[in-house]
């Protein structure tokens, strides 16, 4: 706080206090002056109530009235005015709240209306009648008589407010001077606190100062004149030890850039010997710093050659620098640590002078650049293993800049194209394409280097190559863009693919030769099912014939002869159908469908009938899904049939079990039949393969190899599991939807 400000303050707080006594004193005189004013009112109100009791009263015993009614009805008029305007002062002057006011205003309406009745019997001359003018003069004389009641009430309120208004006025007076006084002690308060302090801690700082050579400050300062005070003083205090400070600061500082360097810097004397050095050149020497202040430098770290032999003074570059005046870099040189290692640097040694232009001593900045060296060797060993590794690639890389300027050439490039690298380098790239190829290759290249958009960058396309002898070839060609320092280059990838045209070549040919197969063994199926089963049915239906005609007359052992006849040509009609069935697997897919495994098992088993005694069993509340219904129905249909046909029992338990998996579906068909040997199982698969003669068991052995088919097709799989003994169990896997439909697609 600004002293000047709050002196002046001090000033007028006597004034502002006296001036609001002065308000509180004049409110609390107007406030009683005006409950008196009321108070006034209402004994006027009272007086003129009196007077007209009186008059009337006096008219009442008087005989001179006749003539003189015109006076008294204005003398009533006239103090009745009084006392209306009387009336209405107060009302204005209350504040509508006294229940006593209501009381007066009530009783004064009353006494008008018996007033109005009293001047009717003064207009009207009824009062000379004396007794009836006694009468009436009686009520007027009580009506006023009640008003003057309530007013005298009203008066006595007023009395009592005036009171509590003389209690109020003096406590307000008095509050106000208390106020005063206080406000006067509290700003002296304040005032005392906001310059003592200060004094106090000026008067301090200047006793420890007088005591002792430190430097003392004030604090606290605050933004007033004892403010500029303290600082004044403390500029003062601060000015006597000013070249302390700054040289200790300075020291400080310049210590503190030297530690903060990853390089180790020391300083040396015209002698050699080390004045100063950061922190950075003892933890990489290994030196203490007492070790080193005042040491020859040359003789603690710097003694050696790399190889170990001396190193001389005179013929160090750190004493040249020394003796020359100029500054030294210097590369692939060692310095020596304490536990007698060394470690190769790089330093520079920069000569000091004075103000004369005399030599007072050198700066060594050094760098440990053993990394350095370990990442130069690193990629020296990289560029050696790059350049083996390009040399024995199969294909040929080349890099060359943006004009098409051949820069490198490897050993496969050489024996692509037949040239030498020695006689490809800095020619262009035109001498190992075609003409046309050339051609687009520039204009590709043109226009990307010109900012267009890569067409070739990054893409593989197929050219065609010249080899040194002019034979033309064709080349598989990828281009890489490289930028190094600035410049942009060019990486070709070439492979040579005239061996991998004349294998395409010949899978083509492989291809329509398979094609041809395949239509072969269409048309064969086309006349294996329709041409080859006509003498078939033919050959049925003649056995028939004989059977029926001759039924009386065959032996036992012409009608075995007849039934083993038809059996066989019925094993040759599904024969032929299950030929054409299994050349039609793969190629003939059916449509998808959402399939219920519950209805679709109830299906296949009433279209297979089984024999009474056999019982499969399958979940009735199983798996619904989208898939091809007709091969998955098939072999369904099979395994089924299989385990019925193969049973050595006349009747048996087939049961059939279903699951999701993370892909499809796995499914089960188990029976309890005779089983299938271990070294069977693979077998079972082939074309005609029956573990039983055909004569036993009616089958052409192709149910397994078409299941078998159809599983391969679709990506699944089947596996057996049996001991030969008893039962055996199917397991096969099926694709979902997604799955089933992208094997489709490709």
Same mark, same amino acid.
């Given at each position: ?8 303050y001090?000033?007028f707080?006597?004034l502002?206090?006296s001036l ?12 009683l002056?005006?409950t ?18 009186? /008059?009337? #009263?006096? @008219?009442?015993?008087s005989?001179?009235v006749?003539g003189n009614r015109? +006076?008294?009805?204005? $003398? =009533? *008029? ?13 009302n204005n002057?209350?504040d ?10 009530l009783?004064h ?6 007033l109005?009745?009293y /001047?009717? #019997?003064? @207009?009207?001359k009824?009062?000379d ?5 006694? +009468?009436?003069?009686g $009520? =007027? *004389?009580?009506s006023?008589h009640?008003?003057s009641?309530?007013?005298?009430q ?18 307000l ?10 406000g006067?002690?509290?700003f002296?308060?304040?005032l005392s606190?906001?310059i003592?302090?200060?004094?106090e801690q000026? $008067?301090?700082?200047?006793i420890?100062l007088?005591a002792?050579?430190?430097?003392h400050q004030v604090?606290?300062?605050?933004d ?9 003083f403390?500029e003062?205090?601060e000015?006597l030890?000013?070249?302390?400070i700054l040289?200790?600061k300075?020291?400080?500082e ?5 530690d ?9 004397d015209?002698?050699?010997?080390t004045?100063?050095?950061n ?5 990489l020497?290994?030196?203490s710093?007492?070790?080193m ?10 003694h050696?050659h ?7 003074r005179?013929?160090c ?5 020394l ?6 870099n210097i ?8 536990d007698?290692s ?6 520079t040694s ?5 103000e004369?232009?005399n ?5 060594v900045?050094f ?8 990442s130069?060797e690193?990629m020296?060993?990289?560029k ?9 690639m ?6 060359s800049?943006?004009n ?5 050439f ?8 037949g ?9 262009n790239?035109s001498?190992i394409t ?5 051609s687009n ?6 226009h990307?280097?010109?900012g267009g958009?890569?067409s070739i960058?990054?893409?593989g396309r ?9 034979e033309?070839?064709?080349?598989d060609?990828?281009?890489?863009e490289?930028r190094?320092?600035g410049q942009?280059?060019?990486s ?20 329509r ?7 072969e063994l269409?048309?064969?199926?086309y006349?294996a099912?329709h041409d080859?089963?006509?003498p ?5 239906q003649?056995?028939?014939w004989?059977e029926?005609?001759?039924?009386d007359?065959?032996?036992d052992q012409?009608?075995?002869h007849l039934?083993?006849l038809q059996?066989r ?6 024969l032929?159908?299950d030929l054409?069935?299994?050349?039609r697997?793969?190629?003939?897919h059916g449509?998808?469908k959402e399939?219920n ?11 297979l009938?089984?024999p009474?005694g ?15 219904s007709v091969?998955?129905?098939q072999?369904?249909r ?23 998996t993370?892909?499809?579906f796995?499914?089960?068909?188990s029976?309890?039949g005779?089983g ?6 693979d077998?079972?698969?082939g074309i005609?393969?029956?573990?039983r003669p055909r004569?036993?068991v009616e089958g ?13 097709s679709?990506?699944?799989?089947i596996t ?7 039962g ?9 939807e ?5 094997i489709?697609?490709?």
């Open positions: 706080m600004n002293i000047r400000k709050l002196l002046k001090n000033t707080i006597p502002i206090s609001l006594s002065i308000c509180v004193v004049v409110y609390a005189s107007w406030l002056d005006y008196n004013q009321k108070i006034t009112y209402s004994s006027a109100i009272n007086k003129n109530i009196a007077f007209l009791s009186v /008059f009337a #009263y006096e @008219i009442s015993n005989d001179a006749g015109d +006076r008294v009805r204005t $003398q =009533f *008029i006239l103090v009745n005015s009084n006392i209306e305007k009387l009336l209405i002062n107060l002057m209350s509508g709240n006294l229940h006593e006011l209501d009381d007066v205003q009783k309406n009353k006494y008008k209306a018996m109005q009745r /001047f009717g #019997y003064l @207009i009207t009824s009062l009648n004396k007794e009836h003018t006694k +009468r009436i003069t $009520q =007027f *004389i009580a006023t009640a008003l009641t309530a007013v005298t009203l008066g006595g309120l007023y009395t009592e407010e005036i009171r509590q208004v003389s209690i109020l006025a003096l406590a007076v008095v509050t106000a001077m208390l106020g005063s006084m206080l006067v002690f509290l002296g308060r304040l606190k906001s003592w302090p200060p004094v000026l $008067q301090t700082a200047i420890r007088k002792s050579t430190s430097n604090l606290n300062f605050s007033n004149e004892l403010g500029d005070l303290g600082r004044a403390n003062m205090s000015k030890f000013n070249s302390k040289l200790k300075s020291k400080d310049l210590q503190h850039i030297l903060s360097t990853q390089e180790g810097i020391y300083g040396l015209l002698e050699g010997k004045n100063f050095a922190g950075a050149a003892y933890d020497t290994g030196f710093l007492k070790e202040l005042g040491k020859s430098q040359h003789q603690l770290i710097h050696s790399s190889d170990g032999t001396a190193y001389s005179e013929d570059n750190i004493y040249a620098s003796r020359e005046g100029k500054i030294r590369r692939d040189e060692v310095f020596w640590r304490k007698g060394s470690f190769p640097v790089e330093y920069s000569p000091m002078f004075d004369g232009g030599i007072t001593g050198a700066v900045v760098t440990d650049i053993s990394e350095r060296k370990q130069e690193k020296l060993a990289i050696a293993r790059l350049e083996a590794t390009l040399d024995t199969a294909d040929a890389v080349i890099l800049d943006e098409g300027t051949i820069l490198s490897n050993k496969a490039a050489e024996n692509i194209f040239y030498k690298e020695a006689d490809v380098i800095d020619k790239v001498i075609s003409d046309q190829d050339q290759h520039d204009a590709y290249i043109k990307y280097v010109a958009v890569p960058i990054g893409k197929e050219v065609v190559g010249r080899r040194a002898n002019g033309m070839f064709p080349v060609l990828a281009v890489a490289l190094l320092e942009r280059y060019f070709a990838l070439l492979r040579d693919t005239s061996e991998r045209t004349k294998h395409e070549k010949t899978i083509e040919k492989y291809t030769e398979l094609e041809r197969s395949n239509k269409d048309d064969f199926a006349v099912s080859l089963k006509a078939l049915r033919g050959i049925m003649l056995t028939k004989i029926e005609d001759s039924k007359t065959l032996n012409t009608k075995e039934k083993l059996n040509v019925s094993r040759l009609e599904k032929l159908d054409l069935s299994y050349s697997v793969g190629r003939v449509n998808f399939v495994f519950t209805a679709m098992m109830d299906d296949i088993v009433q279209l009938e089984p009474a056999f019982k499969i069993i399958y979940a009735k509340d199983a798996l619904a899904f989208v898939t091809l091969p998955l129905e072999i369904f099979n395994l089924i049939s299989n385990a019925i046909k193969h049973h050595d029992h006349n009747g048996g338990t087939i049961e059939i079990t279903a699951e999701s993370e892909s499809g796995e499914f089960t068909v029976d309890d005779p299938i040997a271990p070294e069977q199982h077998r079972v698969f005609f393969q029956t573990l004569d036993e052409s052995g192709m149910g397994l190899a078409i299941i078998k088919k159809l599983l391969d679709y990506r699944s799989n057996i599991e049996s001991d030969g003994i008893r055996t169990r199917m397991c096969f896997t099926w694709p979902d997604k799955n089933l439909r992208a489709i697609d490709e």
